[in-house]
């Protein structure tokens, strides 16, 4: 059973801060890694995704990618209140097939 | 800008009624998926298709139907609804490659009484 493990939160910053998201998954084949933000009553909205080791940067966010560990984090620079959402974290699944694994997500808020 | 389109946001039906729901997608992608969403249990896939008239089932398909006639459509059907099919029922799109990328639409929020 592929599966995508994040702390459901909430996991409360200050603003200004870094918030920093964790997210493990189960299957070592996965090649594919997405951060998906998420605010209440509206659809995920694709803000990350990483295929390789290492950090990807993309303005305040950064994720981070551990293949040997089955880890991937999203690190937010500067949070803004406009920040607090819930955040799912996906996993594509190894081979042909064009699937994600979500896991539950983690919803951050931002104090101001 | 990838546009992915539901046709509903709002819907209310009742207890064994036939519900359709429409996806329409405008990147011209090959993959098209139907998810629902319920706190606590995330989202969950309930059939996706590869291509023009080609579907697989999910994780959760009983209860379910869908059909792709056309490349940028992909419909689910609720046979006959009941009310632990109510939810937050999101469409997306992502075309093939590496990526895996997918791109949802606004979703609908059905009840079901």
């Known amino acids: 059973q592929k ?3 994040q702390n459901s939160g909430p996991l409360s910053v200050p603003e200004g801060a870094i918030a920093s998201l964790n997210c493990t998954y189960s299957d070592r084949g996965s090649q ?3 951060w998906y933000r998420q ?3 509206k659809s995920p909205e694709l803000i990350m995704s990483i295929y390789s080791n290492g950090d990807k940067e993309d303005g305040r966010f950064t994720a981070q990618l551990n293949k040997a560990s089955q880890y991937v984090s999203l690190l937010i620079r500067d949070s803004q209140p406009s920040d607090s959402a819930t955040y799912l974290c996906a996993v594509g699944y190894g081979g042909a097939t064009n699937k994600l694994i979500f896991g ?3 919803l951050l808020a931002v104090q101001p | 800008d990838v546009k992915v389109t539901q046709s509903s946001r709002y819907l209310v039906k009742r207890t ?3 519900v359709f729901l429409e996806c329409v997608q405008d990147m011209d992608h090959e993959n098209m998926f139907w998810y629902r969403q319920d706190p606590g249990l995330g989202l969950r896939l309930i059939y996706f298709s590869y291509d023009v008239k080609m579907k697989e089932k999910g994780d959760i398909p009983e209860g379910y139907s869908v059909s792709r ?3 940028e459509r992909f419909s689910l059907i609720l046979e006959s609804a009941s009310t632990n099919q109510t939810s937050m029922y999101l469409c997306a799109s992502g075309g093939n490659g590496q990526g895996y990328e997918q791109y949802f639409g606004p979703g609908t929020r059905l009840t079901v009484t």
Do not use: I, L
């Open chain 2, 16 to 18: 064994g009624e036939k």
């Open chain 1, 3 to 5: 599966e995508v493990e």
């Open chain 1, 104 to 106: 539950t997500g983690t």
């Open chain 1, 39 to 41: 605010y209440s009553g």
């Open chain 2, 69 to 71: 006639e056309k490349k």
């Open chain 1, 32 to 34: 594919s890694f997405f």
